[in-house]
């Protein structure tokens, strides 16, 4: 029978967990992360602490928001070797995916001895109402275009038979030509042989009264 192993893998076993925009709310409302705080809550902006981790100033608790997400999402747990850079390399990336959440860099600040970055929570609603706009305009923008493919395919087809119908014209005025040239040919040859008929009709009279 094999011995127990005090180090054996523990599998992780993935929880249900709160969406990172509600669960970034609560840790705001929370107020028990040094420096997370609202800017505006009516505007929904705020700030988060930014320290650099390679910076000599850099303290474990300035990556406890980082940590918590970590954890949260099951990165970390309790007894981990601590990475306060990955922790945050994780946070950022997961902030930049989120299309509720923006930047405002003009009300960031990442100098002085408390640097942050400020973002904010965007209306649910009006990012709606802008993709609704941007859908109707491009549904229109594809009926417009559909409308133009079907006007010029019906001016070629337009253009196609006013070509077909100019060449039948043609083709039955050349024939009309042809038979009026070869009729009036005819015509001229008929009264050349009368012409010629009548001439030796005379010939012969004119013979025989010199005979009688």
């Not at 990165?75 to 995916?97: E, H, I, V």
């Not at 609603?125 to 609704?132: F, G, V």
């Not at 491009?138 to 417009?144: D, L, V």
Request: with cysteine; charged share 35%; hydrophobic share 30%.
């Amino acid at each position: 029978m094999e011995n127990d192993r005090s180090d054996a893998y523990i599998p992780r076993v993935a929880k249900q967990r709160q969406r990172f925009t509600p669960w970034l709310k609560n840790q705001i409302v929370s107020g028990d992360i040094d420096g997370l705080e609202w800017i505006d809550v009516d505007k929904g902006v705020f700030k988060v602490p930014w320290v650099r981790v390679d910076k000599p100033e850099f303290k474990q608790e300035d990556a406890e928001l980082f940590r918590r997400w970590a954890e949260h999402t099951g990165k970390y747990r309790s007894g981990d070797q601590p990475d306060p850079s990955t922790w945050k390399t994780r946070f950022r990336c997961t902030l930049r995916k989120m299309k509720e959440i923006t930047e405002r860099k003009d009300l960031g600040n990442l100098e002085g001895s408390n640097p942050y970055r400020a973002f904010k929570f965007e209306q649910p609603k009006l990012k709606e109402n802008a993709r609704r706009t941007i859908a109707l305009g491009k549904a229109n923008n594809f009926r417009a275009a559909q409308n133009a493919r079907r006007t010029t395919a019906l001016d070629k087809a337009n253009n196609f038979r006013a070509a077909e119908n100019a060449r039948r014209t043609v083709i039955a005025s050349n024939k009309a030509n042809k038979w009026s040239a070869n009729l009036k040919g005819n015509v001229l040859r008929q009264d050349r042989r009368k012409g010629r008929q009548l001439g030796l009709c005379g010939q012969r009279n004119s013979l025989g009264k010199r005979g009688a």
